[in-house]
């Protein structure tokens, strides 16, 4: 059974960094079919896609976000971490972990997310 | 950037269609996603590429695009169908790669 669980802090104050951990079971994260994303929803706000990895440590990251964004991951723990620098109360959200699935048709290589977290909610509040 | 564009509500009769319509640039050239999300729950993927329904998800759900609209169908709507659902495409000429709709949110009468 695939799951996956995300853990971190539910509070963190304007400027400091967010770690975030998503624990997958079900799947490996050396399986080259796959990779974990993140993805958050603030309030009253569409989801909006963070950053994904895949087994080859290949790494992409929203463009908007990139400076502030580190993703890494640890293959024995079945962990990946997502690390957020310089928080503003506008990335208070509920940030979810996500398998990542993908296609490559006609040159171009197309990403879902076919498995998801419950998610946290963080907010970033002095 | 890319923008999808979603109806912010669609109410139907338990037994009746929902049709829920996702819009934007070019999206017939797009594969497009769709996803279930309930308050509290891990989001559920309901339609991936366009059209394909994951193991696990009801026949009744069904995806299409037709011109610069994805719409996903419910039929024979039950009450537990009720949440928001968000479509979904890559698109990788844009900062967020990663788009999503703005959610439409179901309401099962």
């Known amino acids: 059974q695939v799951t996956l669980k995300e853990s971190g802090p539910a509070l963190v104050k304007p400027t400091e960094t967010l770690t975030l951990t998503c624990s997958v079971s079900?799947?490996?994260?050396?399986?080259?079919?796959?990779?974990v994303g993140w993805i958050r929803q603030s309030p009253g706000k569409a989801l909006a896609w963070l950053a994904h990895i895949f087994s080859n440590d290949e790494k992409s990251y929203n463009t908007s976000l990139k400076n502030r964004l580190t993703l890494s991951r640890d293959t024995s723990k079945r962990q990946v971490v997502l690390t957020m620098t310089d928080l503003d109360p506008v990335d208070t959200a509920t940030y979810y972990c996500a398998r990542v699935r993908f296609r490559a048709t006609d040159g171009t290589i197309v990403y879902w997310f076919d498995r998801w977290g419950q998610g946290t909610l963080v907010t970033v509040s002095s | 950037s890319y923008v999808l564009t979603q109806p912010p509500s669609v109410s139907v009769a338990p037994g009746k269609t929902a049709r829920i319509t996702c819009g934007g640039d070019n999206i017939g050239q797009k594969a497009v996603h769709w996803y279930q999300l309930k308050p509290g729950q891990a989001p559920v993927l309901v339609i991936y590429y366009n059209s394909d329904r994951p193991s696990g998800i009801p026949e009744r759900f069904s995806g299409s695009k037709s011109g610069n609209t994805a719409t996903l169908t419910i039929s024979r709507v039950e009450a537990g169908d009720e949440a928001d659902y968000c479509c979904q495409v890559w698109d990788g000429s844009s900062d967020h790669r990663g788009v999503f709709g703005g959610g439409t949110k179901l309401t099962v009468l």
């Open positions: 079900g799947f490996a994260l050396s399986d080259v079919r796959m990779g």
